[in-house]
C-alpha cells in the first residue's frame, strides 16, 4: 500500500485535482456512456450525491426520489465521480470509494469483477468495452497510485458482464503510479506521477502518443483520439488516428474537457463558456450560460450551467432539438473533494441554492466542491466582484455599471464630469430597464432625468430593485425542492416545472423572448395551445432574495388584473426555481414599433394606445391595495397584444419602506410624459442625432413657444385636424413639468386621452 505513504509526501506536488474534469472516459459530476443504448447520468445538488440519469426520448430514466419511474435502474448508490463507457457507467461509491459499474439496460446491478469490488480507487474511466482505475481512497487525497483494467463484454443475452482483462494488462503500465486516467476504444492513457502522458491497450498505438513528457490537468478521450489541458499554460493539445485528429482551438485557456465521437468540448478558463471542435456544428453550442461541469456522448453534450446549476444540451450535428431531453433538477457543480481549495479555486456555497436544509451538497459535510474561478467576463459584462475562497468572481450585466471601473471594459465613453452626473442617473435606470418584461436593447431611450430619488440605490439592490422589495429577515420557510404552498387566491393556475420546460422546447435560446438582471422570458405554448411568456429567475435573483419576499410579491401579482396591465397566469416554485408565467404580447413593444423599424402605427392607434396605457397605470396607482409604483414607465415596457390594445409591464412592486408614494407616482407620470412624446414624435427619449438629445429638453420649448405642431412625427399621414395632437402635446407638457406637483395625476391623464379618444380624428 506505498501509496498511503507516498501521497503524505506528494500532496504537496500533486496539483492535480479531478473536479470538473468530465466526458467520453474521463470522470466527473457528470457522464455520458455512449452506443446505441446511450444515457447520461450526473451526481445530482440534494446533498446527498444521488445520480440522476436520463436516456433519449425519456427526461429521467432513474431518480432517486420516484422509485415508480425507474424503469431502468432500481436504485444507484451515491456516487463520488461518474465515467461512461459503451452502454455502460461506472462510478467511485460515494461512502467506501468502491467502483461501481451499471449497464444501460440493466437492472442497476453492479458488474465490476469481484476481484477489483473491494479495492479503494482515486479515479475511474470507463472506455468502449473496459474500465482502468488508478488506487487510491477517494476522499482520503487525490491519490496516485496503480492501475487496474477490466472489460466489460456481451454476455450473449442482451446484457452485459465483466472479465478480468488481459488485453489491457501491461506489465511496464503496472508499476507505474498514475495521477489520472482515460479510457477511449481499444485504448486507455494517463498522467504519469513523474510527469507525462502513457497510453496503453490494444489500439492505443493508433492514437499516437509517444514520449510526450508534459504534465496535463485535464484528459479527455474519445474513441480513437485524446485532448489534454496543458498544466502550465491551459492550452489544449490532441492526437488522435492520422484521420481525426481534432485541432483544438488556439491560444484559449481551458478548465474541462469532454469528448464525444468525433469532436471535443471545453470550458473556457476565462468566461466558462462552451467552445467545441472536431466534427461539429458549431451554432449549436450554447452561448447564453457558462458551465460547471460538461460531458459527451457520441454526438450530444450536456452541461451544468454555472448561473443556476440547470443542464443544457446540445446535438453535434444538430440544426434543432437535441435527442436528449434532461430532467429539470439541480446538479451537483463539481466533484466533491477533501479541502482546502487551490488558488484560483473557490467553493461551492450551498446557502446560495436558498435550500435551508441544505448546507453541503457532499454526503460527508467535511468535504467541499471546488471548481475553478472564472478569470474574466463575456463581452457584455464586467467583473463586479473577484473570484474569493468561497465564491467565483461575479460578472454584472454592462447595463448595470455605475461608475469608471467598468466603463472602459464596457465599452462606455467616458464623458466630460459635467455630463457624468446625468449619466450617472441614466445607467442607473438603464441597469433597472435590464429587468424589462422583454428586452429591448439597451439604447439611448430614456431621459436622463427622471428619478432623481433614486440615484443612491447600489447594484447589488438593483438586482432586484424592479421585483421589489429589501431582504426581509424572515426565515424561507417553503422547501423549494416542492412545489410550494399556494399563496395565490384562486387567480393563478401552479404550473408543474416539467409542463413549462416542455412548453419552451428545455427554456432553449429560440423560445427566447428577451433577457434581464431578473433572468430570462421566454415565448411558450402550453398544451392546449396557448401561447405564453414564461419569465425565469436566473441564479443571481434567486441569491438575492428570498422566497418568501418572492411570494409575498405573488401575493400582490395574483390580485392585479386588468385589460391594460400583462397579466399574470400562474407561477411555478419547484426545485429551486422561479418562474412566472404572463399573458403572452404578440405584438411586442411599444418601443420597437415607434423606432426600431416594427410597423409603424397610425395616429387613431397611437391614441388609443396612450389612453390604454395611461388606464393601466391608473389601476396601479389607484385601485391596486396597496398602490403600485411602475418605476420604470418606458415604452418598451409598454406591449401591445394580439387586439392592438397597450398593455402595462415589468412594474415594481411598492416598498414597505417607500414614504414617499405620491412623489413616486409623480415620476411615473412624468416617464408617461416623455412616452406621449414618443408617441407624438417618433424620436427616442434620448438621441444624439438631435440637439438637445433628451426629448423633454428638445421638445418643451417648442410646445410652450405654441410650435407644438414642428413635433409631430411626419413619417404617418397627418390628420386634417391636427387639434388633438397638439392637445396630447399639451397635456405631455404638463406632465413632465419639473415641479411634481404641478404634473396631473395618472387618473387625470387618463380621463384627457379618453376624451380626445372619444372626439376622434378626422382624416
Ligand atoms: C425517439 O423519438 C424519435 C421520434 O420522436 C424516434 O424516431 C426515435 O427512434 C426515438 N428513440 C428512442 C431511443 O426511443
Ligand atoms: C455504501 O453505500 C452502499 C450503497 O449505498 C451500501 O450498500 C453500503 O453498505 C455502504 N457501505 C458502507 C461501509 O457504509
Ligand atoms: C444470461 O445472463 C445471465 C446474467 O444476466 C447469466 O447468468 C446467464 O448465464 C446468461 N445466459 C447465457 C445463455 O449466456
Ligand atoms: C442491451 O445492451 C446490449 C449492449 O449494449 C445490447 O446488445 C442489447 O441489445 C441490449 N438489450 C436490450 C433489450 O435493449
Ligand atoms: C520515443 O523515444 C525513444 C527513445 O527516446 C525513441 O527511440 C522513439 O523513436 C521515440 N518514439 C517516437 C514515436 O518518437
Ligand atoms: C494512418 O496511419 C497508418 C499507420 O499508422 C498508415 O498506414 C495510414 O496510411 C495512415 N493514413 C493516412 C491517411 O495518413
Ligand atoms: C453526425 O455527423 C457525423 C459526421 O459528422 C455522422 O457520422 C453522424 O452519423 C451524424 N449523426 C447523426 C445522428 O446525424
Ligand atoms: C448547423 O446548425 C444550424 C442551426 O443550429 C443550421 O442552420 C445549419 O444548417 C447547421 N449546419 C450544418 C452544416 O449542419
Ligand atoms: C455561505 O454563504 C452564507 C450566506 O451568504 C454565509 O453566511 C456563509 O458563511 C457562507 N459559507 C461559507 C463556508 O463561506
Ligand atoms: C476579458 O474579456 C473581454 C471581453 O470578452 C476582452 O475584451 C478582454 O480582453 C478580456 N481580458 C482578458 C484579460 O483576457
Ligand atoms: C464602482 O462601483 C462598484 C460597485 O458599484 C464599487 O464596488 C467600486 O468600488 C466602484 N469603483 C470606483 C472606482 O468608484
Known sequence: ?????????????????????????????????????????????????????????????????????????????????????????????????????????????????????????????????????????????????TVDCWEIVSSGNNSLKSVQSSVFYDEYVSNLVFENVVSGEGFSCGGVREGGVVCWGPESGSVGVFNVTDSFKVLASGRGSLCGILEVSGEVRCWGKNDSIPIPPAVIRFVSLSAGANHFCGIREDNHGAECWGRYNFSSVPKSSGFVAIASSDFTTCGIRENDLVLDCWFANASSRPDYDPPLELFSPGLCSPGPCRVDEFAFNASILNEPDLTSLCVRKDLKICSPCGSNCSAGFFLYSPCTENADRVCMACSLCQNSSCREVCGLKSYPEKHWHKLRKLVILIGCSASGFILIIISWCILPHFITTRKEEGTIKQFKSCIGKPELDTDATADSFLPSVATCPGMAQVFRLSELKDATNGFKEFNELGRGSYGFVYKAVLPDGRQVAVKRANAATIIHGNIREFEMELEILCNIRHSNIVNLLGYCLEMGERLLVYEYMPHGTLHDHLHSGLSPLNWSLRLKIAMQAAKGLEYLHKEVIPPVVHRDVKTSNILLDSDWRARIADFGLLTSNDKDLIGDMKSDVYNFGIGLLEILSGRKAFDREYTPPGIVEWALPLIKQGKAAAIIDRNVVLPRNVEPLLKLADIAELTVRENPSERPTMSVVATWLEQIVKDGLIF
Open 1 to 145: 500500500m506505498h501509496f498511503l505513504t507516498s501521497s503524505l509526501l506528494f500532496s504537496l506536488l500533486l496539483l492535480l485535482s479531478p473536479s470538473a474534469v468530465s466526458g467520453f472516459g474521463s470522470m466527473g459530476p457528470i457522464s455520458a456512456s455512449f452506443g446505441l443504448n446511450s444515457f447520461f447520468c450526473a451526481i445530482d445538488a440534494s446533498g446527498k450525491q444521488d445520480v440522476v440519469c436520463w436516456a433519449k426520448n425519456t427526461s429521467s430514466i432513474s431518480s432517486p426520489s420516484s422509485s415508480s419511474n425507474s424503469a431502468y435502474f432500481s436504485s444507484i448508490p451515491a456516487m463520488a465521480v461518474l465515467s461512461g463507457g459503451d452502454g455502460f457507467l461506472c462510478g467511485i461509491l460515494a461512502n467506501t470509494s468502491q467502483p461501481f459499474c451499471w449497464a444501460s439496460n440493466g437492472s442497476g446491478t453492479d458488474l465490476v469483477p469481484s476481484v477489483f469490488k473491494s479495492i479503494a480507487y482515486s479515479h475511474i474511466a470507463a472506455g468502449k468495452n473496459h474500465v482502468c482505475a488508478v488506487r487510491g481512497s477517494y476522499y482520503s487525497d487525490h491519490d496516485s497510485g
